[in-house]
């Protein structure tokens, strides 16, 4: 069993929700990394590689589609699984659309955080 800490990224241009997600998530020991924009997307995951990446719908400039898009056509980066999470009510059409492998609808309670993340998780 590897004991490596567990790397996740988290794109959202709302401090509110990077701030409550970091806090649950470090406390269950994973290494946190926050964006509010996706420029740069490519360069920002290469230098981290996360185990996972959430995704906001709305995030600047580019938003979450074109910028999972973007990153499922990197070869070394479309293998990390993305959660995309959006308050619309479409968001598994936007989910879809975008390649992210599955989705987190807003407002979501912590439980379903860890749930979401436990099922892309690759056990290693």
């Known amino acids: 069993?590897?004991?490596?800490?567990?790397?996740?990224?988290?794109?959202?241009?709302?401090?509110?929700?990077?701030?409550?997600?970091?806090?649950?998530?470090?406390?269950?020991?994973?290494?946190?990394?926050?964006?509010?924009?996706?420029?740069?997307?490519?360069?920002k995951v290469s230098g981290i590689s996360p185990d996972v990446i959430l995704m906001d719908n709305w995030i600047p400039d580019a938003g979450g589609i074109i910028a999972t898009q973007t990153l499922k056509k990197d070869d070394q980066l479309k293998n990390i699984p993305v959660v995309y999470f959006s308050a619309n009510s479409d968001i598994?059409?936007?989910?879809?659309?975008?390649?992210?492998?599955?989705?987190?609808?807003?407002?979501?309670?912590l439980e379903e955080l860890e749930r979401v993340i436990k099922t892309v998780l690759v056990n290693d």
């Open 92 to 109: 598994q059409l936007l989910a879809d659309h975008a390649g992210a492998e599955t989705y987190l609808a807003k407002p979501f309670d």
């Open 1 to 43: 069993m590897n004991n490596k800490t567990k790397k996740i990224v988290i794109f959202d241009d709302d401090e509110d929700i990077l701030s409550i997600c970091s806090y649950i998530l470090e406390e269950q020991g994973w290494e946190v990394h926050t964006f509010t924009d996706c420029n740069n997307i490519v360069e």
